[in-house]
Structures are given as C-alpha cells and as structure tokens.
C-alpha cells in the first residue's frame, strides 16, 4: 500500500483546509487509517484515527470539535477536514495506515504504511 497525502497548503488562523489521503492497493478497508503531524523541533503527534468502515472515530484533545476524519473505502482515501485552524496547527501532517489498533496505535509505533507528508502552516 502507498499513501499519498495532499490539500496542504497555508490559511489564516480560523480558517479550513481539506486533507486528503490516496491509497493504492485493494485492501484499503481493511487498514485503520489515521493522522499524524509533526511540527518543528516537536516529536509526531497523533491527530485522529478512524475504523475499518468509519465504524468510529478517535481524536486528539487538541483537535477535537475542530477537525474531522472520514474514508471512502471506494475512493480508497481518507480526508481530514481541518476547521478554525490555529498557528499550532502548523506542522507536516502524516497519512499512516495499520490493520490492527491497539495502545500503540496513537504512538504511530509499528504503522503497516506511512505517507510522505504535506505541509500545514497557518498563519496568525
């Protein structure tokens, strides 16, 4: 499976970008697909993740209420749509995915495939 991330770019504080995540290969469904981002000088966060399916959805405390996750299993992509973004928002957002999820999921440890990454700034 590639992933292929895309939709980054730079937007003022409050406003929205769209994510999107294009995966090759026919087992797209079977992978629990999730975001990560790393910001300068940080370590890799994990943003939100979502079930074979889309039967649900987890998100970090920092985004929740703010950004949502979704697939379309036939489109074999995943999107993160971003809304009242923050400059702390600024960061290289991953696309990861992995068939399983377990405590280590959010930790982005042992993810089956990873993306490249696009690039987030938001300016205030």
């Known amino acids: 499976v590639q992933l292929v991330e895309s939709g980054g770019g730079l937007v003022q504080a409050g406003g929205s970008l769209s994510l999107s995540c294009a995966a090759s290969g026919r087992t797209f469904s079977s992978y629990v697909m999730g975001w990560f981002r790393q910001a300068p000088g940080k370590e890799r966060e994990f943003v939100a993740a979502i079930g074979w399916s889309g039967a649900w959805t987890y998100y970090a405390d920092s985004v929740k209420g703010r950004f949502t996750i979704s697939r379309d299993d036939a489109k074999n992509t995943v999107y993160l749509q971003m809304n009242s973004l923050k400059p702390e928002d600024t960061a290289v957002y991953y696309c990861?995915?992995?068939?399983?999820?377990?405590?280590?999921?959010?930790?982005?440890?042992?993810?089956?495939?990873w993306g490249k990454g696009t690039l987030v700034t938001v300016s205030s």
């Open positions: 990861a995915a992995d068939q399983t999820y377990s405590s280590s999921y959010r930790k982005g440890d042992g993810m089956d495939y």
